[in-house]
């Protein structure tokens, strides 16, 4: 099986089947799961039932950056166990396919697989510096 995830947003992971024809991908079905990034773990287990997974095509951004730290945490750490291809692609190159995996798009080109996937964020991460000592005393 060739897992799709879709983890760019906060409130829900979209997890699908896909297909890979020569270099074309196609998302075959797809499923909403509403849960944050601290159920993404559970999910992903309860979609697979004990499926093995020969590839994986996960979206890299953009998106929220907890979500998709998340979500890339966990297709890397399946692809370095279990030795398996992984394939990033944009939110872009899914276009109209819908939770429920109605309207789906025709096939759209994929690269070569990765070894890890990075995320792609909307914007630079805003890191805040902290204005207190260890002793929460003001700097």
Do not use: C
Not at 45 to 50: E, Q
Not at 78 to 95: E, M, P, T
């Amino acid at each position: 099986m060739i897992l799709f995830i879709d983890g760019s947003d906060i409130n829900h992971l979209t997890l699908g089947r896909a297909s890979i024809i020569g270099n074309q991908w196609s998302l075959l079905s797809s499923k909403l799961i509403e849960t944050r990034p601290e159920g993404y773990l559970a999910a992903i287990d309860a979609f697979l039932a004990n499926e093995e997974i020969d590839s994986i095509i996960a979206i890299t951004g953009p998106g929220s950056a907890t979500s998709l730290r998340t979500s890339l945490a966990i297709v890397n750490s399946l692809a370095l166990a279990k030795s398996i291809k992984l394939y990033g692609v944009l939110a872009d190159a899914i276009g109209g396919v819908s939770p429920q995996g109605e309207d789906r798009p025709a096939p759209r080109q994929i690269t070569e697989p990765n070894n890890t996937l990075l995320p792609l964020y909307h914007h630079d991460p805003v890191i805040t510096v902290s204005t207190r000592d260890a002793l929460l005393r003001s700097l």
